[in-house]
């Protein structure tokens, strides 16, 4: 989605804020721009439609020495992705960027165009600029301008705004869309991605909702919703360089797919134990009486979250019997009628932790008392910040905008929470030990697979790369499996592709059967084997183009087989979810696709 960059110092401004959008580029976005202001107040504003490259372009003109500016990666909502419509807006007096939505816009424009003010673009924003500017020709400050302006607005947004006749201060606010202001030695970098700090300065403050501040060479001085000044608390930047870029990978993809033994170590390290039978997430607040009580668990997210939440719910489900999973798209649940039962958990499952739905989802719940625990990924989040307590999944930064690494650890992480459950309410110690002994060794197994399939799955992937429809089944745990397989395959070839219980096949999809789709099977080789095979014979007597994807040695019919040879048995999904990740890569560089950008969709969805 959209990204801010901002910077006040004695550097390059253009260069710094350059640099900045660039590391934004992998959230999605459809057009850029910089402005910059000089001490004698003559500002450079750039925008381009498309890639930052577009605007790197527009500046090789337009150098400037400036030391102050603002930046954005625009993904549109309101108004066509074009230059008119890219920001900054520049509107009076006033600069303005802008994550987020500003719902009440149309009120707002009626009034501004009673004040005369006419808009070049289709957006909120400039809207939004537009009443900053009023405001500002009879306020003192442009901190009480945006104040004011502020007080007006319905709707979500992070902002960095700054007047033409002040080169001296950018101001910033922040409103269920992230913002973070990075300090040093005489200058302020602001993004509303960590990403784009690093490098500049590992001292952040991560604003919280309804904070102003006001950024300038002497640091951020910041405002709590009643104009009271608030003590900026500075965290240390955990990301680092290396994990940004792509190391020798062609993709970042690859890279994170790769990465995964590492990540997963991340995931698992000081929570598990095989010699003791240890299971432990710290952080989460709970203690083992309260673990005790629960018997309902609600799993929340968005794509590729939800489905980890799914497959993980399973797990639980297994492992510890009186506990009832209840599983949650979060646009859905936020505007249903839902009743939350006694002794009830809520698991916030978020790999950015900004995600709009997600996050709304979490505010009606802790309104309604339920005790929240996030499954987190980027550390200082919004939603990290917000539950009551929760675990980081720690994968590092996860540029690619489909999510692979990400994934696999928030499975194992709900599993180790299933596994602290399951202790605690006395569950069956021989279970737990072999949940355990399998988390312990899927490090090695997944690095098994990526070192001896890869060259298999991407012979695979050429011979289907051409096809424009596939269904992936599968049974029990390897039904989220499928899921999953399904919506990766599909964001980053294109190929309409969807997911399906195996036994449903009946009851519907098997219509769809015809030559130009082709099936991936997802058979384990355990008490379901013979339901799931006959579920093959079915579709190839329909003539399909199967693949299947299996941990056993027994022959099965069909047009390819992917064996994985695996000593796992509960988390063998984890392994064929490698394989389909994998194959949905090389799918999708064989169709010369953005692989880490794919079209229409952003890293982290900040709006609904
Ligand atoms: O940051 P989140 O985990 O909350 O994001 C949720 C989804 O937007 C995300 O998983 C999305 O489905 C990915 N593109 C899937 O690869």
């Not at 789709?517 to 003539?543: H, P, T």
Request: hydrophobic share 40%; net charge negative; glycine share 8%.
């Amino acid at each position: 989605m959209c990204g801010i960059v901002g910077y006040i110092g004695n550097k390059n401004a253009q260069n710094i804020l350059m640099a900045g959008l660039k590391r934004l580029e992998y959230r999605g976005y459809d057009s850029a721009g910089i402005m910059t202001l000089d001490e004698k107040e003559k500002s450079v504003l750039l925008r381009a439609k498309g890639k930052v490259s577009e605007l790197e372009k527009r500046i090789n003109g337009n150098k400037v020495e400036h030391t102050v500016g603002i930046g954005h990666t625009r993904w549109a909502t309101h108004g066509e992705p074009s230059k008119r419509n890219a920001h900054p807006h520049a509107i009076g007096d006033i600069y303005i960027v802008h994550n987020g939505i500003i719902e009440n816009y149309q009120d707002l424009k009626l009034i501004l165009e009673q004040r005369d003010y006419v808009f070049k673009s289709d957006t909120d924003t400039e809207i939004l600029g537009a009443l900053i500017d009023s405001l500002y020709k009879q306020s003192e400050t442009l901190l009480e301008a945006v104040s004011g302006a502020l007080q007006m607005v319905v709707g979500a947004y992070g902002i960095a705004v700054m007047s033409a006749d002040n080169p001296e201060e950018i101001v910033v606010a922040r409103q269920g869309s992230p913002l973070i202001v990075g300090v040093d030695e005489g200058e302020v970098f602001i993004a509303s991605d960590a990403s784009a700090l690093v490098g500049h300065t590992d001292k952040v403050i991560y604003m919280h909702d309804g904070e102003i501040g006001v950024c300038s060479r002497d640091g951020l001085e910041l405002y709590d919703g009643d104009s009271h000044v608030v003590r900026a608390q500075v965290e240390k930047l955990e990301l680092d360089v290396q994990s940004i870029q792509k190391n020798g990978y062609d993709h970042f993809l690859l890279k994170e797919i790769y990465e995964q033994p590492d990540s997963l170590r991340a995931t698992l390290s000081g929570r598990i134990d095989p010699k003791t039978g240890y299971a432990k997430l710290g952080g989460l607040n709970v203690s083992d009486e309260q673990l005790r009580d629960i018997e309902h668990v609600f799993i929340i997210g968005c794509g590729t979250a939800y489905y980890a939440g799914l497959l993980a719910g399973y797990y639980i489900e297994k492992l510890v019997d009186g506990v009832t999973i209840h599983n949650h798209i979060a646009s859905e649940l936020r505007y249903r009628s839902f009743h939350v039962p006694e002794s009830t958990v809520a698991l916030i499952v978020s790999q950015s932790g900004e995600t709009a739905d997600t996050l709304a989802c979490l505010t009606e719940l802790k309104r309604r008392g339920v005790t929240c625990l996030g499954v987190v990924n980027a550390v200082g989040s919004t939603i990290a910040r917000e539950v009551d307590g929760g675990v980081y999944v720690h994968v590092g930064a996860e540029i690619s905008v489909a999510s692979t690494k990400a994934f696999t650890s928030q499975v194992v992480s709900i599993t180790i929470f299933g596994l602290m459950l399951a202790q605690a309410k006395g569950a069956g110690l021989q279970l737990i030990d072999e949940y355990i002994e399998e988390l312990d060794a899927l490090p090695k197994e997944i690095t098994k697979v990526l070192e001896t399939k890869a060259g298999e799955v991407k012979k695979l992937a050429k011979k289907y790369a051409s096809y424009d429809h596939a269904v992936f089944t599968g049974r029990d745990t390897l039904y989220p499996t499928a899921l999953e397989g399904a919506l990766k395959l599909k964001e980053i070839s294109y190929i309409q592709s969807e997911g399906y219980a195996s036994g449903e096949l009946k009851h519907g999809p098997i219509a769809l059967i015809d030559d130009r789709m082709f099936e991936v099977c997802y058979i384990q080789d355990n008490w379901l084997y013979e339901k799931s095979q006959s579920n093959l014979i079915e579709i190839n007597a329909r003539g399909a183009h199967a693949i299947v994807i299996t941990d056993t040695d027994k022959r099965l019919s069909a047009e390819a087989v992917v064996r994985v040879s695996t000593r796992l048995r509960h988390l063998t999904p984890l392994l064929f979810n490698v394989v389909s990740q994998l194959f949905a890569y090389h799918v999708a560089v064989v169709r010369g696709n953005d692989v880490d950008q794919p079209r229409n969709l952003a890293k982290s969805v900040t709006v609904e």
